[in-house]
């Protein structure tokens, strides 16, 4: 199987980075025909990677279970799932995108506003739902075994030059690991919103944008067309009306909010355990920028700081 052998070539130092054509070239055939990258995506992982135990039964951590899983035992269901639980109660705000719109095309700060609250109480939910995980997934197992599969080529130590995939390319590629990034929902809210990440670190808004090459074609044009929308945040700001920019405000911070627990989650799940295996032995340079980096390849803490302040920075300032 083709994770069998990224696992072991991950592990081994000596083995060859290099993807076999007996697998590299219908994999590659596929990913192109579906509109991926060549890599396990978010998409893969958590979006498509799941089924009902019960077909009548809820959409719920109880009656789900995933479809393909990894060595540490119910790791990936407590990791997997959980993220799209999450996705799950954000994206039940998306059906109100339409009635925003319309509400700015029709200068209807009152609907405008029920809107918002809407987003307000789905993004907490989500939150809610990401809080779970703490009694779900063990740190250490995720850290040891699942984020192993996850890393990708782009920003890893271990494949400086990147993977070569055999009979369908001459030189290695760069891939980004599957990554939270990858998720169309929190970029959906950053863009209805008017948070502007690129107004923060550069290499924080290229790599937003680079993920969304990550993400399914459709996600990808539905960004698209949020961005060529009307601005529910020129729209507040036109109307400095009090009970608006107080609506405006609850919807960033709940964005403010996810964003720090993300932190803290990277905290528990990423930094912790590095900081306990590298007590245990002496580790070497490249060990610890594996360790410091995130599943895409950034440095997670820094970039996840970046984010959340300028989802900060977009909080207006009320009279």
Partial sequence: MYFAWEYKMRIIPSANK????NIAIPYCA???????????????CVLANWKKIDPKGP???????VL????????????????????????????????????LEDKDQHALQEALL????????AKEEFEKIRGRLDPDQFFNVLRIYLSGWKGN???PDGLLYEGVSDKPEMFAGGSAAQSSIFQCFDVLLGIKQSAGEPSAAAFLQEMRTYMPPAHQ??????????????????????????AYNESVQAMVSLRNYHLEIVTSYILNPANRQSKKTAPSKETSEVEAKGTGGTNVMNFLKNVRG????????VD
């Fill in 59 to 65: 959409m719920s951590y109880e009656n789900m279970d």
């Fill in 18 to 21: 290099v993807l076999p054509s």
């Fill in 68 to 103: 393909f899983s990894f060595p540490g035992g119910d790791c990936t269901k407590a990791f997997f799932l959980t993220s799209l639980l999450v996705e799950i109660e954000a994206a039940k705000a998306i059906k109100n995108i339409p009635s925003m719109y319309k509400a």
């Fill in 118 to 125: 809407h987003i307000i109480s789905c993004l907490h939910n």
């Fill in 30 to 44: 596929l990913s192109e025909k579906l509109g991926l990258p060549p890599i396990l995506l978010y998409a893969d």
């Fill in 221 to 246: 044009k539905f960004l698209q067309s949020l961005e060529s929308g009307l601005s529910v945040r020129e729209f507040v700001l036109s109307k400095n009306v009090d009970s608006l920019t107080k």
């Fill in 310 to 317: 300028t989802t900060e920075e977009a909080l207006l300032k």
């Fill in 157 to 159: 130590p271990q494949l």
